[in-house]
T-cell receptor
Framework: AQSVTQLGSHVSVSEGALVLLRCNYS??????LFWYVQYPNQGLQLLLK??????LVKGINGFEAEFKKSETSFHLTKPSAHMSDAAEYFC?????????????FGAGTQVVVTP | GAVVSQHPSWVICKSGTSVKIECRSL??????MFWYRQFPKQSLMLMAT?????????EQGVEKDKFLINHASLTLSTLTVTSAHPEDSSFYIC?????????FGPGTRLTVT
């Protein structure tokens, strides 16, 4: 069975500071991992995904994430926070192509950016 | 442009009535669609897998008689919340997929009064 744990339900960062959102997964098979962003009353927007290619994945809006199998982690980072980064972020995992689309989401991390 | 649309985006209904939510795949034919539910300040939970031309597969704990799913065509899946109650108030999001690609709809906010 697959599961995702996001450490920290709320993160506050200063504008221009590093954004680091933590995600650890549990999966019995090599997983596919995703980070999504959600703005209030909107759907999900894909930031980036890991599908067993390069372990360092670059996404949109300056975000990137590194897949570390030894640590079962897929942490999301952005070097310099912008006010528009304030949103809810979800890490998600999908086990395999057989069950592609059946995502297990983490609890989410609310990011607040202060001036 | 959008790959998945949902209609309506927001609906208010009275307790005991039924509400239908549509999910359309705009760019490609989807034999499989997924329905998720998101309660306020919570994460998304998979409710069911909608299969074109066959019965939906529901996740454990989801009442199939309450949440009726119809996937009548390769581009349309509908979720009907029957005899809605205030506890059904939630954000419902559908998604369509093909290998290595997943697209989420904009969501439907259901409020049951």
């Amino acid at each position: 069975a697959q599961s995702v744990t996001q450490l920290g339900s709320h993160v506050s960062v200063s504008e221009g500071a590093l954004v680091l959102l933590r995600c650890n997964y549990s999966s019995s098979v090599p997983p596919y991992l995703f980070w999504y962003v959600q703005y209030p009353n909107q759907g999900l927007q894909l930031l980036l995904k890991y599908t067993s290619a390069a372990t360092l994945v670059k996404g949109i809006n300056g975000f990137e994430a590194e897949f570390k199998k030894s640590e079962t982690s897929f942490h999301l980072t952005k070097p310099s926070a912008h006010m528009s980064d304030a949103a809810e972020y979800f890490c998600a995992v999908s086990d395999s192509t057989d069950s592609w689309g059946k995502f297990q989401f983490g609890a989410g991390t609310q990011v607040v950016v202060t001036p | 442009g959008a790959v998945v649309s949902q209609h309506p985006s927001w609906v208010i209904c009275k307790s005991g009535t039924s509400v239908k939510i549509e999910c359309r795949s705009l760019d490609f034919q989807a034999t499989t669609m997924f329905w998720y539910r998101q309660f306020p300040k919570q994460s998304l939970m998979l409710m069911a897998t909608s299969n074109e031309g066959s019965k939906a597969t529901y996740e454990q704990g989801v009442e199939k008689d309450k949440f009726l799913i119809n996937h009548a065509s390769l581009t349309l899946s509908t979720l009907t919340v029957t005899s809605a109650h205030p506890e059904d108030s939630s954000f419902y999001i559908c998604s369509v997929s093909r290998v290595y690609e997943q697209y989420f709809g904009p969501g439907t906010r259901l409020t049951v009064t």
